[in-house]
């Protein structure tokens, strides 16, 4: 591979790429807008919901329940409408995310030993909030019911090891920054080459003496500084501005990043080849991400699939992409417990770029 | 020319001033011209003369910085929808859709400028069978060949029968016999009442052209019929064949009385002060050199007429 | 106007020609809604179960036993295996192996036939917020269960046991889960889906159609012909609206028929308001094109423009509710927000023309308005 060929092959993409000022600016630009859209609205932590309470029984029983409540962080009582006729157009104009009934008789039935329901009513047409609701409610009512400490029992102290805060945005950012990566890396490397095979530049390139590994390599690089430039710049501000804590070493998070570009890099190089026309490719780079964000565990939960899908899940790269930076960064992991996904981010590497690598030779020579 | 005002008023162009750049480039730097109703009307110059952007003012496709144009009878800045019904205009890069058939392409843009159904079937039929295409119907545009493809625009530009075609370049890149054919069809149309500008930097093509304009640099230099263009060029054109035409040339510039030589293909131009010995002393000036030339006294061209235009320009 | 409408035709008819042939554009284009669908509303939950836990049972007693049985029974935990030390959990933890301990001290049968209390220890990994705040809640629950029903058991096992304790009642939650009893996540997604796959036909359209105009330089032959530029937004608009309501159609059957999506509400209104979505969605993919210099940037900009912003803040999938003030203001200035309203209002609410009507009239603005700026930017854009 000659040296200076190279240098070439990557100027010349600098070249293109600083023709296109809106492009660069744009390239910039995304990281922030996604920042803010998913560290403020994926991240959001659900608490403060909305509640209207209803108070039937009115006893001091029913008022230290309803007290409790107020009390809790989770819930912000907003309405305390006197029936449940009230509660439809309410939860209708999204008003309340849920209500608390507290039916009549309750402090009597307390006072005779029985259990005595609480109502609570959600929307399920928000599922999230809803069962993250109930949870809260739960919560507040076993406090309510906790007993004195007298008699057997098992008195449970919770402790949250890694984000004590349990601030989402913790966990996000981290994730993110693998996330921006790859939609900028897939972008525009899937991009690459069909523009040339469209122009039919491609062509004269090869009748150069420039050998296919100088033009895979000279495609790449600079697409592979600007995209680390990015993750660089979507680290820091991320960090900073979300104020996100760190706790992990540099090196597990740059090997982790490192590994998981050239996937990409791999993934949208693969795209270019097999597309004949920069609309296909678009469209590909299209069906590829948007499995990718939801299955990898970047926003939804894994554990919350059903359990067809789970072994799915580990034959994406993000997916362990993202155990490395939450590991790195969340709970201080280092290399030897990272070492699984780690590796598996590079087998996915030397595989797809293999891949990417073959069929260049064969795609391009037609 | 000094055409009277009645003639002026059945002219098909009428440029006045006009002026267009492109950033520091002044593409169109003042251009008046006149064209004739009926005419073949050549545009010719280099690479980089203006002749498209010309053109493309007159077909009100790009909006000049300054001046107007009158283009069958309505002004391109201030009413360029009553100029597009009566123009076709032909751009230099193909313009059909590679994907669509030759049919489908030339149904869509007639459909688009308001050919009615049973005139479309029938232009097509008429128009496709005359340029020898009526077998290619079905074939992809983006797979014909050079001629054709300039066939298929130049057809699709003729379905509403327009009073003045504007053709940008249409025969570059295409192979000399389907360059012919081409021209055929023009005289045709021609003879029929169209009045056609064409941009070309065919020397030859020239000579088929009613009225031809020099552009240079943003500047109409020289116009008016091909003869009357010849007749500019002072002396004599001598042709000189040689083994060596590079060293017949240097021969020849020095001559006695030989205003420009210059390389033609293989052959030695050589523009002398009028005299009728002139071919016979100048191969024999040639031969004492020992250079085994021929010369000949020949017609002059518009290859010559522009030759020496531009030098004497410059 | 025979004219106008002819000329119309001729664009929509060749808009399709382009991309029947095209047959793996259009595949993906009519295929990707419906695997999106269906992966969305097949994996995607918001329930939050089977929560990967490991027990550290020091003790290893019947009671202890009974007890960690507890959290198996739940549902909501499900206990993935054993350790034997703070460092065995640890390392679970950073694996990713568990998110919850439970430590059961030695000693615990012994407390629990004493009458008194054992320390028990649940450790929670923050990594997860959501379960661990959730998983918190119910290891709160699960243990004041238990150790109500322990009580009870001692008092009725040991004679003479002091009955300090208060025998007051115990309270239980009575959950009514209203428009989506079975709080099935995929209900709940579908109605915002179709949406979100809108703004994905959008994006594809982007990269398409103005941009080959301006690569094959048909615009120009175009600009000579009488077509006017509200023929031709129109006619490049009319095709992709049948491919976004073919792609709706398809999504909404499916919806019905395999994930049992109800229909409670009026299919005018959502007819209506789909219609005028499309409309202002496709308006907006055309003012990108026309505004971006190259195929990539449109590409982009569509991606960062028109689909983040509809995917994130329509509510769609994240509560509205839940976002800081400023972001709750900027969601109005998509489209999306008020489609996914009318959607799920529609869909699931049974909401009929009275109740969505601010959003529709919202609607009508955007297409309106969309258009009109795509008219008049592409004619900004022709006779340079």
Known sequence: ?366 | MTDSPAQQASDAVVASELRRSFGAVKAVDGVSLRVPRGAIFGLLGPDGAGKSTLIRMLATVLAPDSGDATVAGASVTKRPDAVTPRIGYMSQQFCMYPDLTVAENIDFFAVLRGVDKPTRKRRAAELLASMGMAQFTRRAAGRLSGGMKQKLMLTSTLMHSPEILLLDEPTTGVDPVSRREFWTILAELQRAGTTVVVATPYMDEAERCSHVAFMLSGQITHHGTPAELKALIPGVLIEVDAPDPRQALAAASGAPGVRSAHLLGDHVRVLSDADAQAPERLQALLRAQGIEATALAIEPDMEAAFSYLAEAAS | ?384
Not at chain 1, 89 to 118: C, F, K, Y
Not at chain 1, 249 to 257: A, E, I, N, R
Not at chain 3, 262 to 291: E, Q
């Open chain 3, 1 to 384: 106007m025979r004219a106008s409408a002819a000329r119309i035709a001729a664009l929509v008819r060749k808009e399709f020609t382009h991309l029947f042939r095209d047959p793996r554009s259009l595949a993906l284009v009519l295929l990707l809604p419906v695997v999106e669908l269906l992966l969305f509303a097949w994996a995607i939950s918001f329930d939050v179960r089977e929560v990967p836990t490991i027990i550290w049972d020091a003790d290893g007693s019947a009671a202890s036993r009974a007890y960690v049985q507890q959290y198996a029974a739940g549902g909501f935990f499900t206990v993935k295996g054993s350790a034997d030390s703070y460092d065995d959990i640890d390392k679970a933890f950073e694996r990713g192996q568990a998110r919850v301990a439970v430590v059961v001290p030695a000693g615990f049968q012994r407390a629990q036939d004493a009458g008194l209390r054992a320390d028990v220890q649940v450790l929670v990994d923050g990594g997860e917020p959501t379960s661990a705040r959730m998983g918190e809640a119910y290891a709160l629950a699960l243990n004041q269960r238990y150790n109500a029903t322990s009580f009870a058991s001692w008092v009725a096992r040991t004679p003479g046991a002091s009955v300090d304790a208060p025998t007051t009642g115990v309270l239980e939650p009575r959950v009514r889960t209203w428009y989506n009893p079975d709080r099935l996540s995929s209900v709940f997604l579908i109605p915002g889906l179709v949406v979100v796959i809108i703004m994905i036909v959008t994006v594809q359209q982007t990269a398409v159609t103005i941009v080959r105009e301006r690569d094959q330089h048909t615009a120009e032959q175009m600009l000579v012909s009488p077509l006017s530029h509200t023929e031709l937004v129109v006619g490049k608009l009319l095709p992709w609206t049948v491919l976004a309501f073919v792609d709706m159609a398809i999504v909404v059957g499916l919806g019905m028929g395999l994930f049992e999506l109800p229909m409670r509400g009026s299919w005018a209104v959502l007819a209506a308001g789909s219609v005028l979505f499309v409309f202002a969605s496709l308006a907006i993919g055309l003012i990108i094109s026309s505004v971006t210099p190259s195929p990539e940037t449109a590409n982009i900009a569509a991606i960062m423009v028109a689909f983040l912003p509809s995917f994130l803040l329509s509510g769609f999938a994240f509560p509205i509710a839940s976002m800081p003030p400023v972001l709750q203001a900027v969601t109005y200035a998509f489209p999306a927000r008020e489609m996914v309203t009318i959607s799920r209002g529609v869909f699931l609410k049974g909401a009929g023309l009275a109740d969505v009507w601010t959003e529709l009239l919202q609607l009508t603005a955007y297409a309106v308005v969309a258009v009109g700026v795509a008219v008049r930017l592409y004619g900004r854009r022709a006779r340079r």
């Open chain 1, 1 to 366: 591979m000659n040296g200076k060929r190279l240098r070439l092959l990557i100027w010349k993409e600098f070249l293109q790429l600083r023709r296109d000022p809106l492009f660069l600016r744009l390239a910039m630009a995304m990281p922030i807008i996604q920042l803010v859209l998913f560290g403020y609205v994926v991240a959001a932590d659900v608490t403060n919901l909305k509640t209207a309470v209803i108070d039937l029984d009115r006893t001091p029983a029913s008022r230290t329940i309803a007290a409790s409540f107020a009390a809790s962080d989770y819930f912000n009582i907003v309405a305390r409408p006197d029936g449940e006729d009230a509660l439809r157009p309410l939860l209708d104009r999204n008003e309340i995310a849920l209500a608390i009934v507290i039916p009549a008789g309750t402090q009597a039935s307390l006072e005779r030993g029985e259990v005595a329901g609480i109502g609570i009513v959600v929307d399920g047409s928000d599922s999230s909030t809803a069962s993250v609701g109930t949870s809260y409610a739960s919560r507040v009512i076993a406090g309510y019911n906790a007993l004195p400490d007298a008699g057997p029992g098992a008195k449970a102290s919770v402790r949250v090891v890694f984000n004590q805060s349990l601030r989402t945005v913790n966990t996000m950012i981290p994730g993110l920054i693998a996330t921006i990566m790859m939609i900028s890396v897939l972008a525009i490397m899937s991009q690459a080459v069909v523009k040339e095979r469209e122009r039919g530049t491609l062509e004269q390139m090869f009748t150069t003496p420039i050998s296919r590994g100088e033009y895979l390599v000279g495609k790449v690089v600079p697409y592979m500084v600007l995209s680390g430039v990015q993750a660089l710049f979507v680290a820091t501000i991320g960090t900073l501005w979300f104020r996100v804590p760190f706790y992990g070493s540099v090196w597990v998070v740059l090997t982790g990043l490192l590994l998981f570009m050239l996937t990409n890099v791999g993934m949208g190089l693969l795209i270019s080849l097999v597309s004949r026309t920069r609309q296909q490719a678009q469209q590909m780079m299209m069906f590829v991400m948007l499995p990718t964000m939801i299955l990898s565990g970047f926003i939804f939960p894994i554990e919350s699939m059903p359990d067809a899908i789970k072994p799915f899940t580990a034959a994406i790269p993000m997916t362990h992409a993202l155990v490395v930076m939450r590991g790195a960064f969340v709970k201080g992991a280092g290399f030897d417990a990272l070492a699984t996904p780690l590796l598996a981010l590079a087998g996915f590497a030397v595989a797809i770029f293999g891949l990417a690598v073959v069929l260049m030779r064969r795609r391009l020579s037609e």
